[in-house]
Structures are given as C-alpha cells and as structure tokens.
C-alpha cells in the first residue's frame, strides 16, 4: 500500500458540495449548502463512538482527511497512519496536527499523502491531503474548503501553511494489509447525521 490510494481516495470526491439540511448527502451537488452537512461526517457518525459526539453540521475539513484515510485502509490502519488513537480520533486540526508533532512526524516541507495544515482564525484551523508538491508549489485536496472538496494550489513560502504531518506509512513494511473497511464492512457508499460550523475553513 502506498500514499497514492489514499489521494485516489481524496480526488475521487473533488467537486461534492456540503449541504443546507441532513437531506441528500451523498449526492455530490443536490441540496448544496453552506450548513455543514455532509457524507463524511455521516458515515463516521455511525461509527459508535468515534468521536466525542456527533459532527455532522460542523466543520468538516479534518473530518474529510480521516475519511478518506478510513475508505482506503479502514479504522485500525488510518489510526496507525495518522497517529490518533483508536476511540480517540480527533475532529479538531490542532488536536490532529499535534499527534503527528508528538510522534515526531512534523515538517516543513511537503510529500504526497502528507497531511497539510493551515493557520486560520488564530490557529491550525484548516487541514487537507497533499496530493501534489513540487517547483515551489503544494497540491492539496480539502474537504470543507468554500463548502466544497477542492483541490488548491499553494506556494510553500505562504505564511498561512503550518506544517505537515506525515503519515507513518513505515506499517506497511511488516506486511500489514486491509482494504477500504469500517471495522468488517466493506466501504462502498455514505450515509447521514447533525450541527454548526466552528470554522469556515481556508478558502
């Protein structure tokens, strides 16, 4: 397993458009919206207890990137990977971007399938997947960037870039293998769930 299947992952959700009301979630234009309501938050809601409460209606930018992660390598991995805890897994950035500070896995400059975190109103507010990162330029996919998954382009030297987390992608090395699971059932589509934004995002 490699850091291209979880930006498969991400771009393949480039375009879905967050919702007025807990209605047609997993439609990627039906319903569009600046309420917060969306299919990632949705799906991890109905994982009992993943976060501290439900999170559907609220910003969902980190929420999108532990998504993706989960769809493409399922719970146990995606907590392995990013470094959270399982039954502790973290809706908010700086608690996300903090995991990876405390694992040594923090950094200044970008890789594929890194995750990316912005400052915004006053702190790491905003994150997203690097899918792309060369001649001075970083390519990232966003959940929650302008109530939609975007992909954006950034220059490194933008004060408003934090840092980088990167994955510990070293797990795959002792042959650890699982696809795409939410504990045993296979990912295919997202359901729904509810609240309001805490931070409108980047973009």
């Known amino acids: ?50 976060y501290n409460g439900a999170k559907n209606g609220y910003a969902w930018c980190d929420i999108f990137v532990d998504c993706a992660f989960i769809e493409c390598f399922g719970i146990d991995l995606a907590s392995k990977l990013t470094y959270q805890p399982k039954g502790g897994f973290s809706a908010l950035c700086s608690a996300s971007a903090n995991y990876y500070k405390a694992n040594n896995a923090w950094f200044s400059t970008p890789a594929k399938g890194d995750q990316v975190f912005f400052y915004s109103g006053g702190g790491i507010n905003h994150t997203g997947i690097v899918v792309d990162a060369t001649g001075g330029l970083v390519v990232c996919v966003e959940g929650n960037s302008s109530d939609a998954v975007r992909k954006n382009t950034y220059r490194l030297c933008d004060s408003y870039i934090a840092g980088f987390g990167r994955p510990n992608w070293s797990i795959f090395e002792s042959g650890g293998n699982e696809e795409g699971f939410f504990g045993n059932v296979i990912v295919r589509k997202m359901p729904r769930i509810g609240r309001k934004a805490e931070h409108e995002g980047v973009c």
């Open 1 to 50: 397993m490699t850091a291209e299947q979880v930006l498969a992952v991400a771009r393949k959700y480039i375009g879905y458009h967050e919702k007025a009301s807990n209605a047609k979630l997993e439609d990627f234009k039906a319903n569009s919206g600046s309420n917060n309501w969306n299919r990632f938050a949705a799906e991890l809601d109905a994982v009992k207890s993943f």
